[in-house]
């Protein structure tokens, strides 16, 4: 039971480059969600999901896109990146049940330049 | 939408003694609250919650109280430990349909003086 599982760690993009955030979890939980967390700050939440095929968009979702075609996967995608998409970026689970908390993943820290 | 205000942003202790840290909340059908320690470079990792149906909850040195009718809820350290330094974070879960989402608080920076 790996938990929640994110790639890459690290990553360098330069402005207009692409690319996915993958994040993957193998407690068979419907709820995921991606946050941002920059410097010194609080955590954002950019899209989520409820399950298979279902997801909506958060505070701060401009710049990014997802999808969700399996329980198991949630790919965040960032098509041409600026210097504002740089953060950490953390993918959570949680169980369907009321009252349970998340689960995160360990983070991808991206830089932009 | 729900609305999570977090005080104070930073908390230097003496260790020993206990720390306190409220948040407070904009949405009176919010069900759950939990709270998270980062401790630097690290994720977020759950360490209490508490369901609206419950007042008081205490883990070993932690606790979390919840006042649902002034909307705020507290963590309490006692006997503060330098492993305690990290960064908290408090949460709130609506329950509207749709609202299937943790708002967090901006954080409070805990800082245990030896």
């Known amino acids: ?39 010194g700050m609080g955590l954002k939440l950019i899209y989520y999901s409820v399950g298979a095929g279902i997801t909506d968009k958060g505070e701060v979702p401009n ?6 075609s399996t329980t198991e996967d949630f ?13 950490v ?10 009252g349970y ?5 360990s983070g991808t820290r991206l830089t932009v330049v | 939408g729900e609305n999570v205000e977090q005080h104070p942003s930073t908390l230097s202790v003496q260790e020993g003694d206990s720390a306190v840290i409220k948040c407070t909340y904009s949405d009176s ?11 630097l470079g690290k994720r977020p990792q759950l360490i209490i919650d508490i369901r609206s149906n419950v007042g008081e909850k205490k883990d070993q040195r932690i606790a979390v109280t919840l006042n649902k009718t ?3 809820f507290s963590l309490h350290i006692t006997e503060t430990q330098p492993d305690d330094s990290a960064v908290y974070f408090c949460a709130a879960k609506g329950t509207n349909f749709g609202n299937e989402k943790l708002t967090f608080g901006t954080g409070t920076r805990l800082t245990i003086i030896p």
């Open chain 1, 89 to 98: 970026y953390f993918c959570a689970s949680r169980p369907d049940r009321v």
């Open chain 1, 75 to 87: 790919p965040l995608r960032l098509e041409l990146a600026a210097p504002s998409q740089t953060s």
């Open chain 2, 29 to 39: 059908a919010s069900n759950y609250f939990p709270w998270y320690k980062q401790e």
């Open chain 1, 1 to 39: 039971n790996a938990g929640v599982t994110q790639t890459p760690k690290f990553r360098i993009l330069k402005i207009g480059q692409s690319m996915t955030l993958q994040c993957t979890q193998d407690m068979n939980h419907n709820y995921m969600y991606w946050y941002r967390q920059d410097p």
């Open chain 2, 70 to 72: 002034a909307k705020h």
């Open chain 1, 101 to 105: 908390g998340y689960t995160f993943g």
């Open chain 1, 63 to 68: 710049g990014y896109n997802v999808s969700r």
